[in-house]
């Protein structure tokens, strides 16, 4: 097979990144991903200031399970964005292989193992593999908890769903928590939606719109 883009990686970067070459040229894509589904699990943070990037990104209608906040600060359950997003670029014509690895052959050519339905050897033009820059991949830690917080943090968000989402750069003892996610973020704060979509911005400048 031969392709045009191939991302080695199905994370929400790879995913706005892919949906973003789509939407704006007709070449054809492959994502590729180790764990068994897209969005399961998700480290990503789920906080966002403007609603803006879902019409840029053409994903109306979101599934009820995304669970946007109604009002600010607003936030999202990432892992259903991922899902979301996945579904829509496969519905949209992008190849999409879960439990896969790619061992790179050569600059255009790759083969392709694990329990997964595209295997074998591929070809592309592109190879993307999108890098958090060093000065946004300090440690940070997403806690998903049921009661409102005690404390002050300008990093937490009720979703729809009426579950918290508070990111702290030290784990934090809170009562009622369901989930800690480990994600990265600069010294001062977390890579929220917009800074991910800053990131994409930025690749895709540098690395396919330029080429």
Not at 107 to 116: E, F, K, N, P, R
Request: hydrophobic share 35%; glycine share 4%; with cysteine.
């Amino acid at each position: 097979m031969i392709y045009d883009h191939v991302f080695v990686n199905s994370n929400l970067p790879s995913l706005f990144c892919a949906r973003k070459i789509q939407l704006e040229t007709n070449d054809s894509i492959l994502l590729l991903h180790p764990e068994p589904e897209i969005g399961m699990p998700s480290n990503s943070c789920g906080l966002f200031s403007s609603h803006k990037f879902i019409e840029k990104f053409s994903l109306n209608p979101l599934p009820s399970s995304v669970s946007i906040s109604k009002t600010a600060p607003y936030s999202l359950r990432s892992e259903w964005l991922e899902k979301h997003l996945a579904i829509l670029l496969a519905l949209d014509g992008a190849s999409i292989s879960t439990r896969a690895i790619m061992k790179k052959l050569s600059t255009t050519s790759g083969m392709i193992s694990g329990s997964a339905p595209i295997s074998g050897k591929i070809t592309f033009n592109k190879l993307h593999q999108i890098e958090i820059p060093s000065n946004l991949s300090n440690k940070w830690y997403g806690i998903i908890h049921t009661n409102p917080l005690e404390i002050s943090n300008k990093y937490s968000s009720c979703r729809d769903d009426q579950t918290y989402e508070s990111w702290f750069n030290q784990i934090i003892d809170i009562p009622n928590t369901i989930e800690v996610r480990k994600g990265f973020g600069s010294d001062s704060k977390p890579n929220t939606i917009d800074i991910i979509l800053e990131i994409v911005e930025s690749y895709f400048d540098e690395h396919i719109r330029t080429n």
